[in-house]
Each structure stands twice: as structure tokens, then as C-alpha cells.
């Protein structure tokens, strides 16, 4: 059976965000056979006149009609999602960013009751440059240079974006270095000569600008680029009801789009 093929009932936590509107119209347009809409979360606020679907501001009822949650909200909200997945046995596909070091921990231990999948970007193109970016920098030793830089658009909150994070998380492991001591976030004034195998991050906010991140090894006399360029956020929603559909049947456990793939 195909992944299309399964029936499954997705909810949306979210529903009327930015990504939880793409995943509501991806989901009733029927471009996914087998994939239901369950209904979806909103804030008190937004639950105004009538809906073509199951709306409620209570997450844990959304959770109890659902097969698997989908949430690309906020870390505080998604802290208490992975809860309530862990505690009913829902799948939860996690598309959240920002997500400090305890937020992961949380979503680990809901993974132990539960399949939860968590990625930086949903976006197949952006996981095959996850990998190529890995395999780059295990090939190119400490004499090519890394920097990663990302631009977004102008209502985006956190930075750098968790997508150039997870870039620079595939090249310290193909380094095996620990990125927290080879990072270089922030560079200003009298900043001194380049320290040899950093990894640098660079940042641009503005416009509507969906997503572009370009990953760099600077030798001398040559350079790699690695570049990803997104142009319409249906392709993260697409990923996201990928990702749906393949936790049919899994055990619990914390999983990523390269489980997905097969990278």
C-alpha cells in the first residue's frame, strides 16, 4: 500500500496560521487520497461565524478525533501538544521552530509513548541538502571555510532560521564537531582572522521571501556552494502530510524526514 493510500485523519493544530491554512486547503482539496481532515485548533478569538469543518479551541479535543496532529505553531504551544500525543497515543508531526534544548527534550519523552516526527523544514528538497551538506563537509577538511546564510521573510521571529540550524548541525556531524563550540553566530567590529574550522551563520529579514539558504565551503582558490530556494509554502504543508501518512503503523519513537526519505 502506498503512503497515498492509507486513511488516516489528520487535525491542525493551528489551523489558521500561515502553514496550518496551507495544510487545512491541501487536505480538502483532495490531493492526498485516504487523507482526512479531523478538524483543527484556533484561538478564542478566531472562533468566529461558521466553519466547513471541525473547529475547537481545545487542543485535547482535537487530539481525541484525530489519527495524527500536525502543529507548526509556537514551542510553548507545542510543549503541551507533544503531552497530549504522548498521553492519547496520537501521532504529532512537529514543523515548529525556534525549539530550545529542553523543548526537544520534551518532545523526546512524549516519543517514548508515541510516534513523533520533528524537523527543522518539511521540505524534501531541504533534507536531500541536509544530507548533501553532511557529506560535504566530512569530504572537505578544515581547509574549506563553512558559512551558512538564510534569508526570510520580515515577520519571522527567531534566528538564525531552525532550517540553517539543522544545515549547521549536518555539517558539524560530517565534521564531528560539536556545533555549539564551533558555531559563529554574530560577527562585528574588530572581529580578528577567521578561526579555523568554524562555522559561520549569516542572516537576512525582509520582504515576503519564503526561504533561501546556501551553504558555502570557501578553499583556496575554489569554492562549493549548496543551495536550497523555496518560492511557495504548499511545499512545506506537502511534507507535512508526507510525514502523516508514514507514521501509520510505526512504534513509538522520535523520528525525522530522513526516516522519511530513507537518507
Given at each position: 500500500?502506498?503512503?497515498?493510500?492509507?486513511?488516516?485523519?489528520?487535525g491542525?493544530?493551528?489551523?489558521?496560521?500561515?502553514v496550518?491554512?496551507?495544510?487545512?486547503?491541501?487536505?480538502?482539496?483532495?490531493?492526498w487520497?485516504g487523507?482526512?481532515?479531523?478538524?483543527?485548533?484556533?484561538?478564542?478569538?478566531?472562533?468566529?461565524?461558521k466553519?466547513d469543518?471541525?473547529?475547537t479551541?481545545?487542543?485535547?479535543?482535537?487530539?481525541?478525533?484525530?489519527?495524527?496532529v500536525?502543529?507548526?505553531?509556537s514551542?510553548?504551544?507545542?510543549?503541551?501538544?507533544a503531552?497530549?500525543?504522548?498521553?492519547?497515543?496520537?501521532a504529532?508531526?512537529?514543523g515548529?521552530?525556534?525549539l530550545?534544548?529542553a523543548?526537544?527534550?520534551e518532545?523526546?519523552?512524549?516519543?517514548?509513548?508515541?510516534?513523533?516526527?520533528q524537523?527543522?523544514?518539511f521540505?524534501?528538497?531541504?533534507?536531500?541538502?541536509?544530507?548533501?551538506?553532511?557529506?560535504?563537509?566530512a569530504?572537505?577538511?578544515?581547509?574549506?571555510?563553512?558559512?551558512?546564510?538564510e534569508?526570510?521573510?520580515k515577520?519571522?521571529?527567531?534566528?538564525?532560521?531552525?532550517?540553517?540550524?539543522?544545515?549547521?548541525?549536518?555539517?558539524?556531524?560530517?565534521?564531528?564537531?560539536?556545533?555549539?563550540?564551533?558555531?559563529?553566530?554574530?560577527r562585528?567590529?574588530?572581529?580578528?582572522k577567521?578561526?579555523r574550522g568554524?562555522?559561520?551563520?549569516?542572516?537576512?529579514?525582509?520582504?515576503?521571501?519564503?526561504?533561501d539558504?546556501?551553504?558555502?565551503?570557501y578553499?583556496?582558490?575554489?569554492?562549493?556552494?549548496l543551495?536550497?530556494?523555496?518560492?511557495?509554502?504548499?511545499?512545506?504543508?506537502?511534507g507535512?502530510?508526507?510525514?502523516?501518512?508514514?507514521?501509520?503503523?510505526?512504534?513509538s519513537?522520535?523520528?525525522?524526514?530522513?526516516?522519511?526519505?530513507?537518507?
Amino acid at each position: 500500500m502506498t503512503a497515498w493510500e492509507i486513511k488516516m485523519k489528520i487535525g491542525i493544530v493551528g489551523c489558521k496560521g500561515r502553514v496550518g491554512t496551507l495544510l487545512v486547503n491541501e487536505i480538502l482539496a483532495g490531493n492526498w487520497k485516504g487523507a482526512t481532515l479531523a478538524g483543527g485548533t484556533v484561538l478564542p478569538e478566531d472562533m468566529k461565524g461558521k466553519s466547513d469543518f471541525f473547529i475547537t479551541t481545545d487542543a485535547e479535543e482535537l487530539f481525541k478525533k484525530s489519527d495524527v496532529v500536525i502543529d507548526f505553531t509556537s514551542p510553548t504551544a507545542t510543549r503541551k501538544h507533544a503531552k497530549l500525543a504522548a498521553k492519547h497515543k496520537k501521532a504529532l508531526i512537529v514543523g515548529t521552530t525556534g525549539l530550545s534544548p529542553a523543548d526537544e527534550k520534551e518532545l523526546a519523552v512524549a516519543a517514548k509513548n508515541t510516534v513523533i516526527v520533528q524537523s527543522a523544514n518539511f521540505s524534501v528538497g531541504v533534507n536531500v541538502l541536509l544530507a548533501l551538506v553532511e557529506r560535504g563537509a566530512a569530504s572537505l577538511d578544515e581547509d574549506f571555510d563553512i558559512e551558512i546564510f538564510e534569508a526570510h521573510h520580515k515577520n519571522k521571529v527567531d534566528a538564525p532560521s531552525g532550517t540553517a540550524l539543522a544545515l549547521g548541525k549536518s555539517a558539524a556531524s560530517g565534521r564531528k564537531v560539536d556545533l555549539k563550540k564551533a558555531a559563529d553566530y554574530a560577527r562585528h567590529g574588530e572581529t580578528g582572522k577567521r578561526k579555523r574550522g568554524k562555522i559561520g551563520f549569516s542572516v537576512a529579514r525582509g520582504g515576503d521571501v519564503v526561504g533561501d539558504h546556501r551553504v558555502f565551503f570557501y578553499g583556496e582558490g575554489e569554492r562549493v556552494e549548496l543551495s536550497h530556494i523555496a518560492t511557495n509554502r504548499s511545499l512545506f504543508a506537502r511534507g507535512a502530510i508526507r510525514a502523516a501518512l508514514w507514521t501509520k503503523g510505526k512504534k513509538s519513537g522520535l523520528y525525522s524526514m530522513k526516516d522519511i526519505l530513507g537518507l
